[in-house]
């Protein structure tokens, strides 16, 4: 009996021995397991975050893209104007010089075309595109045609100047501000230049020249009027130099330069307008030659300047 039960303690023994070495594998697997599943979901998260990014990115890219701007001459007097875009077009408009704009159909298209004719004389073309998104782009290009009559509006200071010619003799030339009465000019010849005041503010001058056949051209542009500022330097006997400068507008910056160096005053950081309107300053000479440059700026950025020297 004791025999027996011998017998059956090793039996359990042993059992007990399989069942460690089988339970060790399968813990292992488990663990195994549970790491794959768990590097599977990470690579998931990771792939699914960069085709996210890269998604995020292009649209983005396709958001930022913007018009873009064709203008082909197709005769010496005629442009096409083309805008295409990957979306659908909001507003384009052109015009030339400072004129008024005119307005080009999209009807939300993608691809606009429209014939453009060159004016004659030298002019520039101004194009605008925009998509519902808000980008825009702008374009430029200057133009010069010659026709049987030219004219071409520069400005000079505080004045235009008009400049004429013609295949033809040119009887005369009218040109009015706005509405006003016309101005008649005599020409009786092929070319002309006249010089005309320029009213303050911003007003449309209108150019009509007429040449013996009775061809006429005719030429819009509007002006913005500035008029430069008052200045004079002096001073006041031996001691120093003075400036004094004036403008409707005010005075916003006084630049000198005395035997080479610079001085700025901003009086727009110091000064109310109205301050600013009638403006004075001194500085000391030195002993001998002073050479002096001096520079005032209004509110409209239009500048005269004084070059000179002063003994001391």
Same mark, same amino acid.
């Given at each position: 009996m004791n025999q027996i039960l011998s017998v059956d303690n090793t039996k359990n023994q042993k059992m007990k021995k399989n069942k460690i070495r089988n339970s060790a594998p399968l813990e292992i697997n488990i663990i195994l397991k549970f790491f794959s599943i768990v590097l599977l979901i990470f690579g998931?998260? !990771? +792939?699914?975050?960069? *085709?996210? *990014?890269?998604?995020?990115? *292009?649209?983005?890219?396709?958001?930022?893209?913007?018009?873009?701007? $064709?203008?082909?001459?197709?005769?010496?007097?005629?442009? !096409?104007?083309?805008?295409?875009?990957? =979306?659908?077009?909001?507003?384009? $408009? @052109? $015009?030339? #010089?400072?004129?008024?704009?005119?307005?080009v159909q999209v009807n939300g298209r993608k691809q606009v075309e429209t014939p453009i004719q060159l004016p004659t004389g030298t002019n520039t073309l101004n194009v605008y595109a925009s998509d519902a998104n808000g980008q825009e782009i702008e374009y430029k290009?200057?133009?010069?045609?010659?026709?049987? +009559? #030219? +004219?071409? +509006?520069?400005?000079?200071?505080?004045?235009? =100047?008009?400049?004429?010619?013609?295949?033809?003799?040119? !009887? @005369?030339?009218? @040109?009015?501000?706005?509405?006003?009465?016309?101005?008649?000019?005599?020409?009786?010849d092929t070319s002309k230049e006249q010089i005309i005041e320029i009213p303050k503010g911003l007003h449309t001058l209108t150019v009509i020249v007429v040449d013996e056949n009775n061809k006429t051209e005719t030429k819009k542009q509007e002006v913005n009027g500035v008029t430069k500022p008052k200045l004079n330097v002096t001073t006041d006997g031996s001691s120093n130099f003075i400036i004094t400068a004036s403008d409707d507008q005010g005075i916003k910056k006084v630049e000198f330069i005395v035997n080479g160096t610079k001085y700025i005053l901003d009086l727009a950081r110091v000064y109310d307008l109205e301050d600013r309107k009638e403006f004075e300053y001194a500085y000391g000479l030195v002993e001998g030659r002073n050479d002096i440059e001096v520079t005032v700026y209004n509110e409209n950025d239009v500048s005269e300047t004084f070059k000179g020297f002063v003994n001391k």
């Open positions: 998931i998260f !990771l +792939i699914g975050t960069g *085709s996210y *990014s890269m998604y995020k990115e *292009s649209a983005q890219k396709i958001t930022n893209t913007k018009p873009v701007i $064709y203008v082909e001459q197709t005769t010496e007097t005629d442009v !096409l104007l083309r805008v295409t875009h990957d =979306k659908a077009i909001d507003k384009v $408009y @052109y $015009y030339w #010089n400072e004129e008024e704009p005119t307005q290009k200057v133009y010069t045609v010659k026709g049987d +009559i #030219n +004219i071409d +509006i520069t400005a000079e200071g505080n004045n235009i =100047k008009v400049a004429v010619d013609g295949k033809e003799q040119l !009887l @005369y030339m009218t @040109y009015r501000w706005d509405e006003e009465e016309e101005t008649k000019v005599d020409i009786n």
